[in-house]
């Protein structure tokens, strides 16, 4: 992740991340970030600081809604979690929103590696609106 920190202005494309969850145990320096937690959503900030749009997977709790396992589509505010209210607390410079991809990534919970028992997660389409990034689009300053 510090490579990250000295890119030119330009942006990539699309940022596509399947991001180690939990917090980094080994306490490197990501000063240069806003959010200090975990690194699902340090990932995603580097999305929103590098990136045009993104493709992610990510656990159940860094997301704005609940749609794998569940009966329906909920994107109710009030099911935030803690950790994902601090990331939009601390990253409010950013305009982007977080949509459903619409798979049910809960068929595959006991095929993920490593996680006993599997984590819930969902697969997420990042949108950064361009009008809100400091960067140049095809030659005219957005």
């Not at 200090?36 to 340090?42: A, E, F, I, P």
Request: contains cysteine; aromatic residues 14%.
């Amino acid at each position: 992740m510090i490579l990250l920190k000295n890119l030119p202005d330009q942006r990539f494309d699309l940022v596509i991340s399947n991001p180690p969850s939990g917090v980094d145990m080994n306490k490197g320096d990501y000063s240069w970030l806003n959010y200090q937690g975990h690194r699902d959503l340090k990932a995603l900030e580097i999305c929103l600081r590098y990136g045009k749009n993104g493709m992610f997977i990510l656990p159940s709790g860094s997301v704005p809604f609940k749609y794998s396992g569940a009966q329906y589509y909920d994107d109710n505010k009030e099911r935030y979690s803690q950790k994902f209210k601090k990331f939009l607390r601390e990253n409010k410079d950013f305009n982007f929103s977080m949509q459903c991809d619409g798979i049910d990534a809960s068929i595959y919970l006991e095929e993920w590696k490593n996680l006993a028992g599997g984590i819930g997660c969902e697969v997420v389409n990042v949108n950064i609106y361009l009008w809100s990034l400091d960067c140049k689009e095809d030659g005219i300053t957005v």
